[in-house]
């Protein structure tokens, strides 16, 4: 049975001032730019998180974050986390949060009140610096036109 998802969430997450760690916000404020003419797509600065961001997950039928993420891999690496790839490496994850609540704490929310979009991706993108700064390294720089394509691309797939 197709699935279309009528309303797409792509939340772009992190803290701008602390260089890489602003990857997500970097690329939705880029998915932004050229969405004029992308109905049903809704893009958001998420930020540090909070959770004020579960009304807007639990509202739409599916949602790409993209956020930086360590698994390991070079700087600017991107890779994508989708369905239950992405609850696992939510919950593996050791990575040390600036953001005041986690992603697994927000899908968590989702679940519990039984509206965690059943189409979701997180796009991770390895970060190089996380010292205070307000521009991206150059090796992430470049990784962020990828994760744009990638959305994109997920957001396709779904609706095909």
């Not at 939340?11 to 404020?29: M, P, Q, W």
């Not at 730019?33 to 109905?39: C, I, Y």
């Not at 600065?45 to 639990?58: R, V």
Request: hydrophobic share 45%; glycine share 12%; with cysteine.
């Amino acid at each position: 049975m197709a699935y279309k998802t009528d309303r797409v969430l792509v939340l772009g997450i992190g803290n701008t001032l602390l260089s890489d760690e602003g990857a997500g916000v970097h690329a939705v404020r880029q998915l932004q730019a050229g969405a004029a003419d992308r109905s049903g797509i809704d893009y958001m600065d998420g930020g540090t998180l909070s959770f004020t961001l579960a009304g807007p997950i639990e509202e739409s039928d599916a949602v790409v974050v993209i956020d930086a993420a360590d698994f390991g891999a070079e700087a600017g690496a991107v890779r994508v986390f989708e369905g239950e790839a992405m609850d696992d490496f939510l919950g593996s994850a050791r990575k040390r949060s600036v953001h005041e609540v986690g992603l697994q704490d927000l899908m968590a929310v989702a679940a519990l009140a039984g509206r965690l979009p059943e189409r979701r991706a997180l796009i991770g993108i390895q970060p190089h610096e996380l010292g205070w700064g307000d521009a991206l390294s150059p090796r992430v720089a470049e990784g962020i036109s990828q994760a744009c394509t990638q959305t994109l691309e997920i957001i396709a797939r779904w609706n095909a």
